[in-house]
């Protein structure tokens, strides 16, 4: 018995200790390629970059398998993991540069935006890892044990791909030997801008997820220590975190407007989607961390002060401005004139004004009802907008006979959200508490969004969602506030969770 586990297990060593070497490898070949540009050098890089990631993904279920209770082998992981991390994101940072000075020979704006943002991308890479490492040792010292968490496994299984991806794609040499091998890779180098750089968002915000994680689990024990009692102190730097989301939240609209100029409502909708979860996760993020709370030795807070005033911005930018802004854009841009006669700017206008002024009431409202919005909430109308835009985009890309009836859909569709926005006396629910209460509902509804992401019927499927949440106060009227305000399916959420 001995014997047959100790081939699996000395295989479960050779895939941790051996990624380093293939890393090292696809390194050495990088510089080879930017030297000399030789596209088997290239080929045989990424396929050191493959094997890693295959390894990668391989040998946490051998070690759990076969040596579960090796006391090197965690260790050994996160030490291989730093590595591998080290060398990898350095020379994609550098490949990326050479790229776009010496592989391409008139490079566009988009593709310096996306080497800028991939030497970002590396940086956040690195200094996440060092951060890790950081709060792990701190909590060891303290006597607490460190944990995994779903945001880290996360990562690590998609560092490996993401990795090989852009390694790919930087060191890209076309013309290359007539062999399936450099078939297929050339694939990867020649993927498209605008998929490279939603690969690029999503990984980093997992890194950025993967700091937090960090911080909410050993954040309290690390400000015990640092901010000495002060509470005032303590609640400065825990209002980073919220505030950081916040930025976030108005940096996807933007990025949204950027996907909308190339023509690409799909990847716009999800920016979307992706701010409105920044929308919710601040909120619920200050909520728990208790910033919503004044001290108990201090006067109560005013409702107007610089977080509510950060927050109101960003939902302007994300929720008025660029729902608006890439209306105009499709429309008037690729719309081949069909609606130049109608003042497609003016309703542009309109809506904005009416998502600020949705905004500015619901921040000087006296009386305001916990878990219900007053009107249609400006994320949702968002929503609601952009979906006949995602409908109208595939219309075009088919050349369907359906151009015109989803255009003037969307342009009514903006018209009446700017209205329903404004519409006060309508009591909308409050959706990301309801599915925190309800966990099972926000899952389900995730796995059918990625579903439908990758169908033709995308478009279709979020305007339903939205028309479903437009109706919703025939159903949701009869619950209570106290029951909608709640964030948690618990009874409160003080009692199962302690503030970082």
Not at 98 to 127: H, K, M, Y
Not at 292 to 306: F, G, V, W
Request: include cysteine.
């Amino acid at each position: 018995m001995t014997n047959k586990i100790q081939l699996p297990a000395r295989l479960a060593a050779i895939l941790v200790y051996s990624r380093p070497a293939l890393v090292f490898g696809g390194m050495i070949c990088a510089i080879a390629v930017m030297w000399g540009k030789n596209p088997v050098v290239y080929t045989v890089g990424v396929s050191f970059l493959i094997v890693a990631m295959i390894f990668d993904l391989m040998d946490g279920w051998f070690s759990a398998r076969f040596r579960p209770n090796a006391p090197l082998a965690p260790l050994a992981d996160r030490l291989m993991d730093k590595l591998v991390y080290s060398i990898i994101f350095p020379v994609i940072s550098a490949g990326m540069m050479w790229r776009l000075l010496v592989s391409e020979t008139d490079p566009t704006r988009g593709q310096l935006l996306n080497a800028i943002f991939v030497l970002v991308l590396c940086v956040t890479v690195l200094v996440r890892d060092s951060f890790a490492a950081f709060m792990r040792g701190f909590a060891i010292r303290q006597g607490g044990e460190p944990e995994s968490s779903e945001y880290n496994r996360m990562r690590t299984i998609v560092a490996a791909p993401v990795s090989a991806l852009l390694y790919a794609y930087a060191f890209y040499i076309p013309e290359g030997p007539e062999s399936w091998i450099y078939f297929r890779i050339s694939y990867l180098g020649n993927v498209p801008l605008r998929i490279l750089l939603f690969v690029e968002i999503l990984f980093f915000i997992i890194n950025l997820g993967s700091i937090a994680g960090y911080c909410r689990k050993y954040g309290t024990a690390c400000l015990d220590e640092l901010c000495f009692g002060d509470q005032l102190l303590r609640r400065k730097i825990l209002s980073v975190f919220p505030n950081a989301l916040t930025v976030m939240n108005a940096l996807m609209g933007l990025i949204a407007v950027f996907f909308a100029y190339q023509g690409r409502m799909r990847e716009s909708y999800l920016m979307m989607i992706g701010a409105a979860t920044f929308d919710k996760l601040d909120g619920a993020l200050a909520r728990r961390l208790g910033l919503t709370e004044p001290l108990p030795d201090e006067a109560p807070r005013k409702k107007i002060n610089m977080g509510s005033i950060m927050d109101d911005l960003a939902d302007a930018i994300s929720f008025c401005m660029v729902p608006a802004w890439i209306f105009y854009i499709i429309l008037s841009r690729f719309g081949d004139d069909r609606f130049a006669h109608l003042p497609i700017g003016w309703i542009a206008l309109f809506y904005a004004l009416m998502g600020v002024g949705r905004l500015v009431y619901f921040t000087l409202d006296k009386t305001p009802i916990p878990g219900f919005f007053k009107g249609l909430p400006s994320p949702a109308a968002a929503m609601l907008v952009m979906s006949p835009l995602v409908i109208f985009d595939h219309a075009l890309a088919l050349s369907s006979q359906r151009i015109d009836f989803w255009g003037m859909f969307a342009i009514v569709t903006m018209v009446f959200a700017g209205v329903v926005m404004n519409l006060y006396p309508i009591h909308y629910i409050h959706l990301g508490r309801t599915m925190s209460r309800h966990p099972w509902f926000g899952r389900v509804n995730l796995i059918l969004l990625c579903v439908s992401m990758f169908t033709p019927i995308f478009g279709q499927i979020c305007l339903g969602y939205m028309i479903l949440y437009l109706l919703s106060p025939l159903f949701t009227w009869r619950i209570h506030p106290e029951d909608a305000a709640r964030e948690s399916h618990r009874k409160t959420v003080a009692e199962n969770h302690e503030p970082v």
